[in-house]
């Protein structure tokens, strides 16, 4: 049997990794709408989700070279490179400030690292 996000039973506490927050983001043509239906039971509270800031931090860095890719019509490879010598290209962006956005303003726990190793540890 294939496990899907959808299958998730209600009032079940789940880690939302950045890969979710990323195929949301970009409309991912295969998993967006799983993705969009499962943030919509967390924002609904149907589940609990949590995150860290560090999910938030590396979906930002994620959603940029790939923003920045598509602008600059480069290789996600080359965007690295491109920005340490013009970190002005930040400045552009839209799209990975205005998911972080969303993601520190929905019904989603932000836990510390620290946390998460005592939860695992406990469970």
């Known amino acids: ?65 790939i923003e920045l890719s598509s602008k600059m019509k480069e290789r996600p490879v080359s965007i690295i490179r491109l920005v340490k010598r013009d970190p002005s290209l930040l400045d552009t962006l839209d799209i990975p400030y205005m998911a972080a956005d969303d993601m520190m303003n929905m019904n989603l726990e932000i836990v510390s690292f620290s946390d998460l190793i005592v939860t695992t540890q406990v469970c």
């Open 1 to 65: 049997m294939k496990n899907s996000l959808n299958d998730l039973p209600s009032e079940k506490v789940v880690y939302v990794d950045s890969n979710i927050f990323i195929y949301d983001t970009t409309g991912h043509p295969k998993y967006a709408p799983s993705c969009s239906k499962f943030l919509d039971r967390i924002e609904s509270g149907e589940i609990t989700g949590i995150t860290s800031i560090l999910t938030i931090s590396e979906t930002v860095h994620k959603l940029s070279i």
